[in-house]
């Protein structure tokens, strides 16, 4: 009994003075930490926005955005914290866009990416081609943007986490809801339209008889079989019940599902190929 | 290196006979997966370096006042106690440096050079012999690191002083393709392989025991 008394209070000791030392050590350091992030951020916001006076941060489910603002208090543009799942694990990084939503820069802040190979998505010519993107741009890999071969989960990975950085400032920010399409304007006719995937086109053919979507059939898809399942019928039923294309997209395979409500709607703002 | 001098045996020790990396083959995980780059394998060894003298003199200063039952934790306690010191002094001083060693700095605590010296050494010997002890087997962890890291940067980067391209030297020029294999995981078994079978033969040929 004596004995345990002993060994418990040697052990509270050194645990006392392991803690005072330690609450010493991080009182030292937290504050120098603390100002250099604020001013690593200043500085890269500078970088982007010399004019930059002062700045407002808003959270917006993952990601963080601060808008920029000088001296006159006028938006210069937005700065964007954002973070995605890489290959080796999260990508964080700031992305700077202007005050109509195009993309002037992004800084790689942390990745966990394979060196020499993952690691691309930090190099400025992979980087540049972001430049002047808008929601307006597409945004895709393959399409306006390139992936580089042997890094293509990271470099998708970027692409993927700027187009919805993009979007979320132009939606919450710019107040660019995505142009609803009204299905009863449509004329009657057979429609077809595309949308790309990871592994090519998804081809649909969309019937519309007197200003409603009557069949929606899928004519060509490379999609992942076990993710596409879970979309289609779905989704073409979903459509074809509510009339409407901006339908809850959340079945597990919300990408396919996308991809699908795009190509449609790619095909009933085209021409019709059978009236 | 004869000498009687005891003090310069425990450096030298530690260095050459003892070698942690090459001799005893010790604390693996940091040694193979934070030598991607010279300035993060010398620094990874700087930062337990440190960590292992201060652990050393504390616990070779408090030994007789430890009981032999609770030894363990208490060592620990001391070796973790310096570590997060170390964590926050690198984050706020070296940012660099410590994005680069990410969770291997707070894994030195389970090093087990550092709780191996305070348990074979240090909670046996007088404080200033295990300074020198923590030096020695310290300078030989951090040359080990300095030895492989700079092999797998040459080869795998062909670069020397990087990740920061500011002090980055290419060495082979531009268009060089770098042995990508070396900068990998699998690659550090390779080169540490390599380097194991070298000191063998050195050791061997110079009769070093």
């Known amino acids: 009994m004596r004995d345990m008394l002993r060994l418990s209070l040697v052990m509270a000791v050194i645990g006392i003075i392991s803690a005072a030392s330690l609450s010493g050590a991080y009182n030292l350091t937290a504050p120098i930490i603390a100002e250099r992030q604020e001013r690593e951020y200043r500085q890269a916001l500078e970088g982007f926005f010399p004019a930059v006076a002062e700045y407002e941060t808003q959270r917006i489910e993952d990601d963080y955005f601060d808008l920029i603002y000088d001296s006159n208090n006028n938006l210069l543009g937005f700065m964007a914290v954002v973070q995605q799942q890489g290959y080796g694990g999260l990508i964080t990084f700031n992305l700077a866009a202007d005050a109509e939503g195009s993309v002037i820069g992004i800084r790689v802040i942390s990745h966990t990416e394979t060196p020499g190979v993952g690691d691309v998505i930090t190099t400025q010519p992979f980087l540049e081609q972001f430049h002047g993107k808008s929601y307006a741009d597409r945004i895709e890999a393959g399409v306006d943007i390139d992936t580089v071969s042997s890094a293509t989960v990271s470099t998708s990975a970027m692409i993927a986490a700027v187009h919805r950085a993009v979007n979320v400032i132009a939606e919450n920010f710019l107040g660019m809801a995505e142009e609803a399409l009204d299905i009863t304007a449509v004329l009657d006719g057979v429609y077809q339209g595309s949308a790309s995937g990871t592994m090519g086109d998804l081809v649909v053919e969309v019937e519309v008889l007197t200003g409603k979507i009557v069949r929606i059939d899928v004519l060509q898809q490379y999609e992942t079989p076990t993710f596409f399942v879970e979309t289609y019928p779905l989704i073409p039923n979903r459509i074809i019940e509510e009339q409407r294309l901006d339908i809850d997209t959340r079945t597990g395979a919300t990408l396919s599902a996308e991809r699908l409500i795009n190509a449609i709607r790619d095909a009933l703002t085209k021409p019709p190929v059978v009236n | ?209």
Do not use: W
């Open chain 2, 1 to 209: 290196m004869k000498t009687n001098n005891v003090y310069l045996q425990d450096i030298s020790r530690g260095i050459i006979q003892e070698n942690p990396v090459f001799r005893l083959v010790l604390g693996m995980c940091p040694v193979l997966a934070v030598t991607t780059f010279l300035v993060n394998g010398i620094g990874m060894g700087i930062a337990a370096t440190v960590v292992l003298i201060a652990s050393n003199v504390v616990i070779a200063s408090i030994r007789n006042f430890i009981p032999d039952k609770v030894r363990i934790p208490c060592f620990i306690v001391v070796i973790a106690t310096f570590v997060t010191m170390i964590d926050m002094t690198l984050h706020a001083f070296q940012p660099v440096l410590y994005e680069a060693l990410g969770v291997f700095v707070p894994l030195i605590v389970v090093n087990c050079i550092i709780l191996g010296r305070a348990e074979a050494f240090a909670s046996k010997k007088p404080v200033l012999r295990s300074l020198f002890d923590g030096v020695g087997i310290g300078v030989g962890f951090t040359i080990a690191l300095g030895i492989l890291s700079l092999v797998r940067e040459v080869i795998g980067q062909g670069t020397l002083f990087g990740p920061d391209p500011d002090s980055a030297i290419r060495l082979f020029g531009a268009n060089y393709e770098p042995m990508l294999l070396f900068a990998q995981p699998a690659g550090a078994f390779f080169a540490l392989g390599f380097l194991l079978a070298a000191t063998n033969i050195i050791f061997k040929r110079f009769k070093i025991e």
